[in-house]
């Protein structure tokens, strides 16, 4: 398996244009017009006065060469000319024309054999949404749904981790080259995900991500996902984009619920008012993709609690979540920190970087 030549020197032209295209698209292209130029019109399209130069240089491209770097960066290649390459991102205006993978090429076929879901939300996500993406990932990986975010901070990033806990597939789709970490406070993220999953982009070994690349990598998340699910977002975020992906692909789009005076809500409770499915839990989003009832749910994880912890339980899911609102009196705070840790040893709760606890769904 192994991208053809001149899809590897399309993969090579984007990481060469890359500060060509960003200032192309201040003068108000869209990206897909732009990503949609064959190679000589985009080169003419972004270079200006230095196409000559750029011309030059992709004269000289050497395949064979690009070849020996990714195989020194540990990626594979893959092209639309491959039986492997994603079918979803073979079409359209702004079809991918080379992927850089790290991790086993081989797991490319469930991409095509299973549904996928591509997560996404805030950078900065409240406690809700950190747990609500991390277990939602979980019991989608459980029950053998592929899951694709884009390994950002917050709710990429717990998106990504729930699907290692469930023991399923999860694919990184980088803005940057698939073997350097983004951010760099990830690498232990990425090597985990290139170990049991793939790390995928459309730039070549080495290339910096672009403030482009960023909205071009959530298109290839939208175009993988059979649905996209917005966990937490404003109004402008950058998840908003990947569900716009998802809706010009005719694909399904979900959005978790939340608070109406929460601006972290306000993304996704606008989809679902313009009519995104309401994604509560992974049986909405089994229903979806199967059809009502016929999804494979994972097994229930919680054990049976005594009525005092099944008490203090259900007073974290109400939101009282610090031991000193739990508590009454001097007597009780030691109760209640004993029944917290054992909650928390069985995996019911967690505390937050507030110090508080939440509820692990």
Same mark, same amino acid.
């Given at each position: 398996?192994?991208?053809?030549?001149?899809?590897?020197?399309?993969?090579?032209?984007?990481?060469?244009?890359?500060?060509?295209?960003?200032?192309?698209?201040?003068?108000?292209?869209?990206?897909?017009?732009?990503?949609?130029?064959?190679?000589?019109?985009?080169?003419?399209?972004?270079?200006?006065?230095?196409?000559?130069?750029?011309?030059?240089?992709?004269?000289?491209?050497?395949? $064979? @060469?690009?070849? !020996?770097?990714? #195989? =020194?960066? /540990? *990626?594979?290649?893959?092209?639309?000319?491959?039986? +492997?390459? &994603?079918?979803?991102?073979?079409?359209?205006?702004?079809?991918?024309?080379?992927?850089?993978?790290?991790?086993?090429?081989?797991?490319?076929?469930?991409?095509?054999?299973?549904?996928?879901?591509?997560?996404?939300?805030?950078?900065?996500?409240?406690?809700?949404?950190?747990?609500?993406?991390?277990?939602?990932?979980?019991?989608?990986?459980?029950?053998?749904?592929?899951?694709?975010?884009?390994?950002?901070?917050?709710?990429?990033?717990?998106?990504?981790?729930?699907?290692?806990?469930?023991?399923?597939?999860?694919?990184?789709?980088?803005?940057?080259?698939?073997?350097?970490?983004?951010?760099?406070?990830? $690498? @232990?993220?990425? !090597?985990?995900? #290139? =170990?049991? /999953? *793939?790390?995928?982009?459309?730039?070549?070994?080495? +290339?910096? &991500?672009?403030?482009?690349?960023?909205?071009?990598?959530?298109?290839?998340?939208?175009?993988?996902?059979?649905?996209?699910?917005?966990?937490?977002?404003?109004?402008?975020?950058?998840?908003?984009?990947?569900?716009?992906?998802?809706?010009?692909?005719?694909?399904?789009?979900?959005?978790?619920?939340?608070?109406?005076?929460?601006?972290?809500?306000?993304?996704?409770?606008?989809?679902?008012?313009?009519?995104?499915?309401?994604?509560?839990?992974?049986?909405?989003?089994?229903?979806?993709?199967?059809?009502?009832?016929?999804?494979?749910?994972?097994?229930?994880?919680?054990?049976?609690?005594?009525?005092?912890? $099944?008490?203090?339980?259900?007073?974290?899911?109400?939101?009282?979540?610090?031991?000193?609102?739990?508590?009454?009196?001097?007597?009780?705070?030691?109760?209640?920190?004993?029944?917290?840790?054992?909650?928390?040893?069985?995996?019911?709760?967690?505390?937050?970087?507030?110090?508080?606890?939440?509820?692990?769904?």
């Amino acid at each position: 398996m192994r991208a053809c030549d001149p899809c590897l020197r399309r993969g090579a032209l984007l990481g060469m244009l890359g500060p060509w295209i960003a200032r192309a698209l201040g003068q108000h292209r869209r990206l897909p017009a732009v990503l949609g130029l064959d190679d000589d019109a985009l080169v003419a399209a972004v270079c200006g006065r230095k196409r000559a130069e750029v011309d030059a240089e992709l004269a000289r491209f050497d395949a $064979a @060469g690009m070849r !020996r770097k990714a #195989a =020194a960066a /540990g *990626l594979a290649t893959v092209c639309p000319h491959a039986e +492997a390459f &994603p079918a979803p991102l073979r079409h359209g205006p702004d079809a991918v024309a080379a992927l850089w993978l790290l991790g086993d090429p081989s797991r490319l076929h469930a991409l095509n054999e299973e549904q996928s879901v591509a997560v996404v939300g805030a950078r900065r996500p409240s406690a809700y949404g950190l747990e609500t993406a991390r277990a939602l990932c979980r019991d989608l990986a459980a029950a053998g749904v592929p899951v694709v975010s884009g390994m950002a901070l917050g709710i990429d990033s717990a998106a990504h981790e729930g699907a290692l806990e469930g023991g399923g597939l999860t694919v990184a789709v980088l803005a940057g080259a698939a073997d350097l970490a983004y951010p760099r406070s990830r $690498a @232990g993220l990425h !090597r985990r995900i #290139a =170990a049991t /999953g *793939l790390v995928m982009s459309e730039l070549p070994p080495g +290339a910096r &991500p672009f403030r482009w690349s960023f909205p071009a990598r959530n298109r290839i998340m939208a175009g993988l996902g059979a649905m996209t699910i917005v966990v937490e977002g404003t109004l402008n975020s950058g998840s908003l984009i990947t569900a716009g992906f998802a809706q010009d692909l005719g694909r399904d789009l979900g959005a978790v619920p939340g608070h109406v005076t929460s601006v972290l809500a306000a993304g996704p409770n606008a989809l679902i008012a313009e009519g995104a499915q309401v994604v509560r839990s992974v049986a909405d989003v089994l229903d979806a993709l199967y059809g009502a009832g016929s999804g494979p749910l994972p097994a229930p994880r919680q054990a049976a609690l005594d009525a005092r912890l $099944a008490a203090l339980l259900e007073a974290v899911e109400r939101g009282t979540g610090s031991p000193d609102a739990l508590a009454s009196d001097s007597q009780a705070m030691a109760d209640v920190v004993a029944g917290l840790t054992e909650l928390e040893l069985l995996g019911l709760v967690r505390r937050d970087a507030g110090g508080n606890y939440v509820r692990c769904a």
